[in-house]
């Protein structure tokens, strides 16, 4: 027999009070009156050596009694082992596990899988376990679906073999998108039958869950009701933290001294402070990657919850970051800094000089805004037999084809085979086309170039352009491609032997002959225009398309690649030129490992802070790569705030106290079969009837006699 409240029970200790009461209450059998003590006060009966228990049944009854209720209230049950014995049923279990930057604190990550091994030892052997990641997107360790843990044990087992490979990023965390993600999961698996449907369903989230933990797009999910959430939060024994961040002043797009003032002295740090932090005094210094320069250190007040903005220290030859010290976590205190400096490019225009200046192609190219915040751009008119062609600074020779000839024609080419960049433009209608068909072929190897008048009868205008050139890219936005207003009164026909195509085809007028091409000659361009953009021509210097365009064949890269020379760990940095062999090193020459880059599409991503160098074709550039910003407001959130947003929160329970749960439960299921406290209280109502009228008739046999003095 079992108790379900055996409490109660204690109360059977309440029949001390009829043993007391037996005793107290013993009084001398026989009453005799005495006018001579009628003033005086009774005395209350005493416990003495001489007290002795009568009516021994009456007392029994009374025990009996109130053991019976006593009881009664305890809910006895008789025991049925085969009832109680009943199997847990399993369980649907997924991990979230947060592997942000934020997780680089070694007291945090320890403390996190520290939750994992204690989830794990706690399940039953039924609970089937699946593991995802999360940082700035979601990694399937070991999924829903696994082929591995297609039973509860190897599903368990997977997760506890994959802890081994667990590492934190340097990305930032989008925990809102993780949690939406692996809630679909779960309810997909369910309706489609991969897993248990009638299983309850929980998900576990391990995370430091700080503050910029990007959970508002959690507003609005129809979170499942059927799945529950236990939030598992790892805290760090140091709070606190803050963050520098450097805010760099606009480039002067003229002064060439205004571009190393910025490189030198133009650059701010921004200094936050997150609101829990108990530092208040900071460091600020340059570093390079072997060691600080101390003589350079910097000390600021940040009280909690502030930022200070302060100039940096002059940067010494061979530092490439700027290191804080002082705050909670180190990890994010590196701002890596690239250089800022501009380059001189210059533009040859070697062409025809009419009498009209607007006539002249010069003219617009002078006026176009073609310097950029990495490079400023001079364009200067010349002969092409006085054309300095080992001239260090010159990058682009704009030509018309009727002033070169075959001695020249081959400078030309070896200047473009070294990396240059010829734009070849037929903007006269009357010129040799014979002639500049041949210079065509022999820059670009092109075999059956010819090139004839157009017939145009009032304007041409595109109809094909490729939208994926690094040329067209500016304009692949529905907004920005409508070329209806861009015409050509006149243009030239230009056709090559299309078995042996040299030349791309980049757009192409409305009677689907080419109006720009492109040829690669050794590492430069050769750009062919079949049109000029002066206004007797064509209505493109007018245009406000012609500068993207014209920029696009000064340099592709510029077109594909921002002026920005810093970014977060995982953002993607567009690069000109995949189709060629892309190299990766760091700051001090070193190549990259491949764990700590991505390539593709036309873009490269770090996985790591620090400073990059990316080769690609005729590309080189710098790129400083930072913690997210977001990984550093560390101040730690409160974990009702999923309740906000309609979560049901709950706590993953161990699998004793689960059997122990299950165990509660079926003895209350047993007691409420059984009904004994019934009986019970109907046994003690009897007894107490019969202890009553026990109790009355003692009283009448034992009533004293009267007896007069």
């Known amino acids: ?95 979230l596990f947060d592997t942000s930057a934020s997780m680089q604190r070694e007291d945090v990550w320890q403390s996190s899988l520290q939750s994992l091994s204690e989830l794990i030892e706690s399940l039953s052997p039924e609970d089937r376990l699946a593991l995802y990641t999360v940082d700035d997107k979601i990694l399937p360790v070991v999924p829903l679906d696994s082929d591995t843990a297609n ?18 990023t340097w990305k930032r965390t989008r925990l809102a998108e993780g949690l939406r993600t692996v809630a679909d999961l779960m309810s997909t698996a369910a309706l489609t039958g991969q897993i248990d449907a009638g299983a309850e369903h929980e998900i576990v989230l391990i995370s430091d869950l700080h503050a910029d933990s990007s959970l508002e797009s959690l507003q609005g999910f129809p979170w499942p009701q059927s799945i529950q959430l236990d939030v ?60 600080p320069y101390p003589q350079t250190a910097t000390t600021v007040q940040v009280p909690a919850g502030q930022v200070r903005v302060l100039p940096t220290p002059p940067r010494p030859p061979g530092a490439t970051s700027l290191e804080l010290s002082g705050d909670g976590w180190a990890g994010d205190n ?55 062609f080992a001239d260090p600074l010159l990058k682009t020779i704009v030509i018309e084809p009727e002033t070169a000839d075959a001695a020249t024609t081959g400078q030309l080419r070896a200047f473009t085979e070294a990396g240059g960049s010829v734009i070849v433009c037929l903007a006269r209608p009357n010129a040799d ?80 002959t080419p109006m720009l091409l492109e040829a690669r000659v050794g590492q430069g361009r050769v750009w062919i225009l079949t049109t000029g953009w002066q206004p007797t021509a064509s209505s493109l210097a007018l245009s406000s398309k012609f500068v993207p365009i014209l920029m696009g064949m000064l340099e592709p890269s510029a077109q594909a690649l921002s002026v920005q020379r810093s970014y977060e760990v995982g953002e993607s940095i567009a690069i000109p030129d995949m189709r060629v062999e892309v190299a990766l090193f760091r700051d001090d020459g070193s190549e990259l490992d ?23 074709g005729d590309f080189a550039g710098v790129f400083a790569v930072q913690v997210p910003a977001s990984e550093s407001q560390l101040l730690p959130l409160d974990i009702d705030v999923f309740e906000q947003y309609g979560i049901k929160l709950g706590k993953v329970a161990a699998d004793g106290d689960r059997s122990e749960a299950l165990r509660q439960l079926l003895v209350e299921e047993l007691e409420g079969k059984q009904r004994l406290w019934q009986w019970l209280i109907v046994a003690g109502i009897a007894v107490l009837g019969v202890e009553t009228l026990l109790a009355g008739l003692f009283a009448r046999r034992n009533a004293p006699a009267q007896t007069e003095a």
Do not use: C
Not at 13 to 22: K, M, R, S, V
Not at 54 to 63: F, Q
């Open 1 to 95: 027999m079992g108790l379900l409240a055996p409490l109660y029970a204690l109360a059977a200790l309440a029949i001390i009070g009829p043993i007391l009461f037996h005793l107290i209450q013993r009084q001398p059998r026989g009453q005799f009156q005495f006018s001579s003590l009628m003033f005086l006060t009774p005395s209350a009966p005493r416990l003495t050596r001489r007290s002795r228990l009568d009516n021994w049944l009456l007392l029994l009854l009374r025990a009996l009694a109130i053991a019976l209720i006593a009881f009664a209230f305890a809910r006895p049950y008789l025991r049925q082992e085969s009832f109680l014995n009943s199997n847990l049923p399993g369980r649907n279990i997924l991990v």
């Open 151 to 168: 039973t509860p044990a190897m599903s368990v087992q997977a997760v506890k073999a994959s802890m081994a490979e667990l590492r934190p």
């Open 232 to 291: 598992r939060q790892s805290l760090p024994q140091t709070v606190g933290n803050a963050r520098a961040s450097l805010m760099a002043a606009d480039p002067d797009a003229e002064d060439v001294e205004a571009d190393e003032r910025l490189r030198t002295q133009g650059l701010k740090v921004r200094v936050e402070n997150n609101a829990n932090s108990p530092q208040q005094t900071f460091q600020l210094m340059w570093a390079s990657p072997s060691a």
């Open 334 to 388: 590196a701002v890596f800094v690239a250089e800022s400096s501009r380059t001189v490019e210059r533009i040859a225009f070697v062409g025809t000089n009419p009498s009209q200046p607007e006539e002249q192609l010069s003219y617009f190219l002078k006026k176009a805004p073609l310097g950029t915040a990495l490079a400023r751009r001079e364009v200067f008119e010349t002969r092409l037999e006085q054309l300095d």
């Open 433 to 512: 086309l014979q002639t500049s068909a041949e210079f065509i072929s022999a820059l670009t190897d092109q075999v059956g170039v010819q090139l004839t008048e157009a017939d145009v009868a009032k304007f041409s205008l595109l109809s094909a352009i490729d939208y994926s050139h690094p040329v067209f890219a500016p304009f692949a936005d529905p907004r920005f491609n409508d070329f209806s207003k861009l015409r050509f009164w006149s243009h030239r026909k230009l056709l090559f032997d299309a078995e042996k195509p040299h030349l791309r085809t980049i757009a192409s007028y409305d009677d689907l």
């Open 594 to 616: 491949e764990s700590v880059v991505e390539l593709g599409d036309g873009r490269v991503m770090f996985l790591e802070p620090g400073l990059f160098k990316v080769q690609a």
